[in-house]
Structures are given as structure tokens and as C-alpha cells.
Nanobody, 121 residues
Framework: QVRLVESGGGLVQPGGSLRLSCAAS????????MGWYRQAPGKEREFVAT???????NYTDSVKGRFTISRDNNKSTVYLQMNSLKPEDTAVYYC???????????????WGQGTLVTVSS
């Protein structure tokens, strides 16, 4: 079983910064992609950013230039540095990872429990 644990959410003023972390553990042979999604109140979950095992990153347009995704493969951890935060960034942020479990053959696509980010003055 694969487990993802997020941390780093909280309350921040507009223009401020936060750094989210997500650590993966469990029956993991290799992780392919790690990423972040978010769900604002009353809205559907949306893609934020993803990074491959090789370090290639993709972002949704609304966060380009403000958010940076990175990962530490040795620690099976992905980070999301969020700068210049706006009230519309308020949401529960979910970590996602996919890859190969140790219980071959197989494939996992795991989600964290979410961490709340509130941007408000």
C-alpha cells in the first residue's frame, strides 16, 4: 500500500508564500509522476502542477511564474513553492503520485488526504 502525507498548508495574506510538502511511503518500487491538485469550495478538483522522475514540470496557466514544483527522489518527496499567493488560490491541495509498487506486477495511483491553503487578509 502506498501512502502520501502532505504538510505545509495554512493561512497566508495575499502576496505571501507557502511551501507544501508531500512524502510518499509504503510498497513503492519506483515513482513516475508526482503532482499537486486543488479543490476550491464549491468547485471540482483541478490540476496545479506535476513533475516527472526526470524533473520535467508542467503547470496550469493560472500558477505559472508564481508556483514551483520540485521533488527529491531520494526522499520520495514532492514540494510546491507558492509565491505571490492570491485569494483565488484558496483551496484544499492534494498530492498525487503514480508508479510501480513492489508487489509486481501492478501500478499505483495514490492521493494524499489534502492540506488546506487559505489566502486572506
Amino acid at each position: 500500500q502506498v501512502r502520501l502525507v502532505e504538510s505545509g498548508g495554512g493561512l497566508v495574506q495575499p502576496g505571501g508564500s507557502l511551501r507544501l510538502s508531500c512524502a510518499a511511503s509504503g510498497t513503492i518500487f519506483s515513482i513516475r509522476n508526482m503532482g499537486w491538485y486543488r479543490q476550491a469550495p464549491g468547485k471540482e478538483r483541478e490540476f496545479v502542477a506535476t513533475v516527472t522522475s526526470g524533473g520535467s514540470a508542467n503547470y496550469t496557466d493560472s500558477v505559472k511564474g508564481r508556483f514551483t514544483i520540485s521533488r527529491d527522489n531520494n526522499k520520495s518527496t514532492v514540494y510546491l513553492q507558492m509565491n505571490s499567493l492570491k485569494p483565488e488560490d484558496t483551496a484544499v491541495y492534494y498530492c498525487n503520485a503514480d508508479g510501480i509498487p513492489t508487489t509486481l506486477p501492478g501500478y499505483f495511483d495514490a492521493w494524499g488526504q489534502g492540506t488546506l491553503v487559505t489566502v486572506s487578509s
